[in-house]
C-alpha cells in the first residue's frame, strides 16, 4: 500500500491515496471522495488540480524544466526539427529514418486543402482576426472527411493527424493573403515546413519570395519551443471536448479558440502592441512597471508570469538568444527589443515581480522575432497555434487511449436562490 492522506470529517476518517509521478512530484487521489463523504473539492482555474495522468511533457515551474518525453527542451531546440519533435510527442519515441521519411511524406502529401474550402474566405470580411478564421476553416474540415471522424479507428485518427499538421500552415497562409487581397499561395511540396509557410505567405504569383534561411530555422526552432506545455488552458480545451469521443478537428479548432485569448496564446500579440505603446509614448518604462503593479489599473505586463513558472521558463532563455541572433543576421536594430530587454531588467529588480515570481514567459520576446520575419501582428497566434498542433494532437490521443478514459464533467457549489415557485407576468413586481 503506498502513501496516502486522511480526511477526518465529522468523526469518520477517509484515506485518500497519493499518487507520485516520475519526477516525484505527488497527488492525491480524490475519485472516491464524493461517495466516501458526499462532498467535492471547489478549486477556480484548477490552480491545484491535476486532470490527467500523462507521459508526454513535464514542466517543472520551480526550476526552470521543460521535458517533451523526457529529453530537455533546450536539446531538442538545438538538435531536432518540429516535425521531428511532432513525431516524439505524438508517438512517444524519436522516429528512425524510415519512420520518419514516412511521417514527412505523409505531411508533404496533404499539404492542400479541398478546392471548396476556399470559398469559406470569401464569407469573411477582410478584417477578420485570423485566429478566427482558421478555428473556424479547422473545424469544417470536419465536413469534409467523414472517412475520418471515428475516435476509436486507428485508422481515421492517423490520418486525422497528417490533415491537421499538414493543412494548418496552409489554412493560416489563406488567412492572410485574404486579408491582404492577394491571391493564395499553393503549398510547394519542394519546400521544407517552415520554408514552405513563409512562401505561402509572402510569395505572388508573379514572384517567387526568397526565403532566409535564418528566418526558415528561427521559424523551425520556435515551432518546436511552442509545441507543448501539458495541461494549458488550451490543452485543457482539447481534452474536454475530445473526452466526448468528439473527433479531432473539432477538438483542436476548439483549443484554436482558446489559445487567442490575451491571457493565452493571444499573449505574444499583445505584448508587441504593450511594446509598440510604450515606444510610442516615448518610452517610459518605469509608467508601465508602475501601471502594471497598480492594483486599480487592469494593465498588465502582458509576457510576464505563467500559473506553473515560478522561474524563468525555459522557452523564454532560448527565445531571447533567437532574438539577438536573427536581428544580427537580419542587419535589424529593433527599438522594441530595447524596450523590452529595458522592462525585464527593471521588473527582475522590482519587489512586486520577484515576490510573486513573475518573469518572463514564452510570449514575451517571441512577438520580436515574428516582426523582424514581417509576420503581421494579428498572425503572431496564429504561428503559436501552428506550433501547438502536435502538442494538442499528443495530449488528445493519449486521451482516447487512456483507460481510465471519461467524458470530462467537472462539479459545482451551487449558490443561486434556493428552490422557488413560478410567478404568473401579471403577478410580477414592475
Ligand atoms: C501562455 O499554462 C501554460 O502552460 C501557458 C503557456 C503554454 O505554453 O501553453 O505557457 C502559454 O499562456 C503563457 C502566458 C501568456 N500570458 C501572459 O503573458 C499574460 C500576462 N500574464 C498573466 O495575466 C498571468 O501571469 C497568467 C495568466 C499567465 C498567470 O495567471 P495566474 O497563474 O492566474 O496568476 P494570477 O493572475 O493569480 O497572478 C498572481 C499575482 C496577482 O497579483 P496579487 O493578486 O497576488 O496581488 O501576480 C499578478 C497578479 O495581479 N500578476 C501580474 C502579472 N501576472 C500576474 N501583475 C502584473 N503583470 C503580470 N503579467
Same mark, same amino acid.
Given at each position: 500500500m503506498g %502513501? *496516502?492522506?486522511k480526511i477526518r470529517y465529522k468523526g469518520k476518517v477517509i484515506d485518500l491515496p497519493v499518487e507520485e509521478g516520475v519526477m516525484g512530484e505527488k497527488g492525491i487521489d480524490i475519485s472516491t471522495l464524493r461517495k466516501s463523504t458526499g462532498m467535492i473539492t471547489i478549486d477556480p482555474g484548477f490552480v491545484n488540480t491535476g486532470s490527467c495522468k500523462s507521459a508526454i511533457t513535464y514542466v517543472n515551474g520551480e526550476e526552470g524544466i521543460l521535458l517533451y518525453?523526457?529529453?530537455p527542451i533546450e536539446q531538442l531546440a538545438e538538435k531536432s526539427t518540429f516535425l521531428e519533435t511532432a513525431y516524439l510527442l505524438i508517438y512517444g519515441n524519436l522516429p528512425n529514418k524510415k519512420e520518419f521519411d514516412e511521417f514527412q511524406n505523409q505531411i508533404i502529401h496533404h499539404t492542400m486543402i479541398h478546392e471548396s474550402a476556399k470559398a469559406f474566405y470569401d464569407g469573411f470580411p477582410p478584417n477578420a482576426h485570423p485566429m478566427a478564421v482558421c478555428s473556424a476553416v479547422v473545424g469544417a474540415l470536419a465536413t469534409f472527411y467523414h472517412d475520418s471522424l471515428d475516435v476509436r479507428n486507428k485508422r481515421h485518427i492517423e490520418i486525422s493527424i497528417h490533415r491537421l499538421i499538414a493543412k494548418l500552415p496552409t489554412i493560416a497562409a489563406f488567412s492572410y493573403k485574404k486579408? #491582404?487581397?492577394?491571391?493564395? #499561395?499553393y503549398p510547394c511540396n519542394m519546400l521544407d515546413y517552415c520554408t514552405n509557410f513563409l512562401h505561402m505567405m509572402f510569395s505572388v504569383p508573379c514572384e517567387v519570395y526568397p #526565403? *532566409?534561411?535564418v528566418i526558415s530555422k528561427a521559424l523551425d526552432v520556435? &515551432?518546436?519551443l511552442h509545441a507543448d506545455h501539458e495541461q494549458n488552458c488550451s490543452t485543457s480545451t482539447v481534452r474536454l471536448v475530445g473526452s466526448s469521443m468528439c473527433n479531432l478537428? $473539432?477538438?483542436?479548432?476548439a483549443g484554436i479558440y482558446a489559445l487567442w485569448g490575451p491571457l493565452h496564446g493571444g499573449a505574444n500579440q499583445q505584448v508587441i502592441e504593450m511594446l509598440q505603446t510604450i515606444y510610442d509614448g516615448g518610452g517610459d518604462v518605469k509608467k508601465y512597471i508602475n501601471k502594471a503593479k497598480d492594483k486599480d489599473d487592469p494593465f498588465r505586463l502582458m509576457g510576464f508570469g505563467h500559473r506553473v513558472y515560478k522561474n524563468f521558463d525555459p522557452r523564454s532563455r532560448i527565445i531571447k538568444k533567437i532574438c539577438d541572433d536573427v536581428l544580427n543576421k537580419l542587419g535589424i536594430h529593433e527599438p522594441l527589443l530595447q524596450i523590452a530587454l /529595458?522592462? %525585464? %531588467?527593471? $521588473? &527582475? /529588480?522590482?519587489?512586486y515581480f520577484l515576490e510573486r515570481k513573475l518573469y518572463p514567459n514564452v510570449d514575451f520576446y517571441s512577438g520580436i522575432i515574428y516582426k523582424a520575419m514581417n509576420i503581421p501582428i494579428n498572425m503572431f497566434p496564429v504561428l503559436f497555434a501552428i506550433g501547438r498542433m502536435p502538442g494538442w494532437i499528443a495530449q488528445w490521443k493519449e486521451l482516447q487511449e487512456d483507460k481510465e478514459f471519461k467524458i470530462g464533467r467537472p462539479r459545482q457549489i451551487y449558490v443561486g436562490p434556493p428552490k422557488t415557485d413560478y410567478v404568473p407576468i401579471e403577478e410580477r413586481d414592475g
Open positions: %502513501e *496516502s492522506v518525453r523526457g529529453i486579408s #491582404i487581397g492577394q491571391p493564395f #499561395i #526565403i *532566409s534561411s520556435l &515551432l518546436i478537428f $473539432a477538438s483542436v479548432s /529595458k522592462l %525585464e %531588467e527593471i $521588473a &527582475l /529588480k522590482d519587489e
